[in-house]
């Protein structure tokens, strides 16, 4: 997780350049010349590195070196795992419980939004993060569910036709889940992480909000223990739990509500505990650890509700007997899991399966990328170092195709559980090995204790989570810096909330495109008269796009020109300054010599200046008429003069013959 600069069959990672930067600004690196050199010189070199803040790791030969550099960026745990020691172990194994205790809670929350049983979010939960390990270029992120693709996961899957009989929709989330890691791994290897480039930051803005307004609404349902089925799209969701909004069951909101505050009082009081501590940093070493314990609880705060709302379910039914849950005050989860530990999924690959999920085998590969890359590339910016798009979306392809046969549904990354896992120190990918333990742990000793929990705690937990994804501050920062970008966001929002989650982004993507074509078609220039010259200057090349555009603006020019002519001087030049253009191709060719031909039935001369070597080479092969090439607008303008002067000879000597 470092830069890497290569040395006489050495690779140093770079973690701060500034401190080996001297006063004329080049780096100090003792090279060592040979292996004599090394082994005579090796406690200088150490020593040299631990002050430098310098790690050294030995290469394969050289004479190996693709190779070398295939395999270090395919298998990136090699580099990592050479330097690991026990103080890493200790920092990756207290971030990965701590993780670990997250994700237990939101796991069973949000394969309740996927429509799938409960016990199928821990599935997704463990494996992701294993093979990740050994595959991902950042230390920081964590795999698993997400609400988002959860949601996705549902809509795709149309979880809502089964709303009785959520084991129906294993097979479709399962093999969706192949999919998308085959489609994420195959991009990663034919590089076509670029595409996720073209989806523009209001895009995803006006994505997530509407995401997670849809998944707090889907979730009103449970928080008011409403026991009728509601329809998944968001205007179906708020005609039906406004409708079944009187078959409310107090106990069920009561507690609801309760676990709401509590969440939301244990995040303030998190960030309370942190700035205290950033305040006070010579703490003393009782108060310290009190600060730790109070921030270990904070951080797992949906472990706590999950705890606390199912203490109180079991205490509930232990007072009430052997009724039926129906006749308790509150509602179960319901958690149907046969075994405690996941059985081999064969994913269910046919014609029909796949064309039941349709555009889903390129949105939601698409949807898990983005969100894994952005929050990779986040916490890769924070904490100083440089992430392989390439090769995560390699690794995000192996996880989901690797979870799929322990029956998860598709997974990414987690924005709220990364953070946690950067708070808690860890070092590298190892931590993802110990919060898969705690998944396995928990899916072997706790599943028979998840019966007590409450349906409307699950979604509490969820309620609160998504109630910070929405940002509405975005659209007034964009209006303000270019109001036209205000309008995918729009778009990609409404299209989220009123079609489907499945549609919003690829609508507002194919918009951003074609505003993107547009303003390519329409190459930004600037044109001025200089006499009888006509100056027209590109600011960023010429694209064929906009070949029609530019002359079209020359014509205008000048029919103008013809009406404003100085001294009687009619326009002897058209000037292209072509000092931005660094490509041309054939349409842009034939443009050129189509309007030459057009201005020389004018006796106007079409001048390009400062074209660079290859661009004129490409010209010239094309044999253009009625066109020059100068190397600065002076030599234009005297090439104009020595023109106008040949022409007047030209006239005088013909009125003399004549």
Not at 179 to 189: A, K, N, R
Not at 294 to 320: D, M
Not at 527 to 538: A, I, K, P, R, S
Request: hydrophobic share 45%; with cysteine; aromatic share 10%.
């Amino acid at each position: 997780h470092c830069n890497v600069v290569m040395a006489e069959g050495h690779v140093i990672l770079e973690k701060d350049m500034s401190s080996v930067i001297d006063s004329s600004n080049s780096v100090n690196t003792p090279l060592l010349k040979s292996r004599s050199d090394r082994s005579t010189s090796q406690s200088c070199w150490k020593d040299h590195c631990k002050e430098a803040d310098f790690e050294l790791t030995e290469n394969f030969p050289c004479w190996f070196k693709p190779l070398q550099y295939f395999i270090l960026d395919r298998f990136p745990f090699i580099q990592w795992l050479r330097r690991y020691r026990p103080r890493t172990l200790v920092s990756d194994l207290i971030a990965g419980l701590t993780v670990g205790l997250m994700v237990v809670p939101q796991a069973l929350a949000y394969a309740s939004i996927a429509g799938l049983p409960l016990e199928y979010g821990l599935f997704s939960s463990f494996m992701g993060v294993i093979v990740y390990t050994f595959f991902g270029t950042s230390k920081d992120i964590t795999l698993g569910p997400t609400a988002i693709l959860s949601l996705l996961t549902a809509s795709l899957i149309n979880s809502g036709a089964n709303p009785n009989n959520p084991h129906a929709n294993v097979p479709l989330a399962v093999l969706l889940t192949l999919l998308s890691g085959i489609v994420q791994f195959v991009m990663g290897i034919l590089n076509l992480g670029f595409l996720i480039d073209f989806i523009p930051l209001p895009v995803i803005s006006g994505f997530t909000s509407a995401a997670a307004i849809t998944i707090a609404m889907g979730q009103v349902k449970h928080l008011f223990g409403i026991k009728k089925t509601v329809r998944r799209p968001f205007i179906q969701a708020v005609y039906d739990t406004a409708r079944y909004l009187p078959d409310w069951m107090p106990w069920d909101f009561a507690l609801g509500m309760f676990c709401i505050l509590l969440v939301l009082f244990l995040k303030y009081f998190k960030t309370h505990n942190e700035n205290y501590e950033k305040k006070h940093p010579d703490m003393q070493v009782v108060p310290k650890i009190a600060h730790k314990f109070l921030w270990i609880i904070c951080t797992g705060r949906n472990a706590v509700v999950v705890i606390v709302a199912g203490l109180i379910g079991f205490a509930i039914k232990s007072y009430c007997g052997d009724v039926k849950d129906g006749d308790l005050p509150f509602t179960p989860v319901n958690y149907t899991a046969e075994g405690n530990l996941p059985t081999l999924h064969i994913p269910s690959v046919t014609i029909d399966n796949i064309k039941k999920i349709g555009i889903g085998i390129v949105v939601a590969p698409l949807i898990g990328f983005l969100e894994s890359i952005a929050i990779a590339k986040s916490f890769g910016r924070q904490n100083q170092y440089m992430i392989n798009p390439t090769q995560e979306l390699i690794a995000l392809g192996l996880s989901n195709v690797a979870s799929c046969f322990v029956g998860s549904y598709p997974i990414t990354g987690s924005f709220s559980r990364t953070a946690v896992n950067s708070q808690s120190g860890v070092k590298t990918p190892a931590a993802g090995l110990f919060t898969g333990a705690v998944v396995l742990l928990a899916l072997g000793v706790l599943s028979q204790l998840f019966d007590f929990i409450p349906k409307t705690a699950l979604a509490a937990i969820i309620i609160a989570a998504v109630l910070y994804m929405v940002d509405v501050k975005i659209l007034h920062k964009i209006w303000k810096v270019k109001k036209l970008d205000d309008l995918p966001l729009v778009v990609s929002f409404l299209g989220t909330l009123l079609l489907g989650i499945e549609y919003g982004v690829p609508i507002a993507s194919v918009l951003c495109i074609l505003i993107l074509l547009y303003r390519h078609s329409r190459t930004r220039h600037k044109v001025q008269l200089d006499g009888n010259m006509m100056h027209l200057t590109f600011n960023g090349g010429w694209t064929y796009p906009g070949v029609e555009y530019i002359w079209k603006r020359v014509r205008q020019e000048l029919e103008g020109s013809k009406r404003n002519v100085e001294n009687g001087q009619a326009m002897k030049a058209v000037v292209f300054d072509c000092t931005s253009m660094s490509e041309i191709d054939y349409t842009i060719i034939q443009g050129l010599r189509e309007g030459c031909k057009e201005l020389s039935n004018s006796s106007i001369l079409v001048i390009l200046v400062a074209v660079q070597p290859h661009v004129q080479q490409t010209i010239e092969k094309a044999k253009v008429e009625n066109l020059k090439f100068t190397p600065s607008l002076s030599i234009a303008r005297q090439m104009v003069e020595e023109n106008e002067l040949m022409d007047e000879k030209l006239i005088t000597s013909v009125q003399y013959n004549s």
